[in-house]
């Protein structure tokens, strides 16, 4: 699953707080693994873009890390 454009998703919804488009998108992956969880499927990739190179914030990856649990 690649996991992207929250932050777009954010800016182009009006938010002030890009971060609630982060926020959003982890609820989303959630979903998306309960899914996953009641089809049996085990194991699931997730690949999260950053970009600028990896010089923006840890914010996205620890919104998405929490859905892990």
């Given at each position: ?36 969880a009641g089809l049996g499927i085990d194991n699931v ?25």
């Amino acid at each position: 699953m690649v996991v992207d454009g929250n932050r777009r998703w954010a800016r182009e919804a009006g938010l002030a707080d890009v971060g609630e488009g982060h926020r959003r998108g982890s609820t989303h992956v959630a979903e998306v693994l309960r899914w996953c969880a009641g089809l049996g499927i085990d194991n699931v990739t997730r690949h999260s873009p950053r970009p600028g190179s990896g010089r923006t914030s840890p914010t996205p990856s620890a919104h998405c890390s929490k859905t892990r649990s």
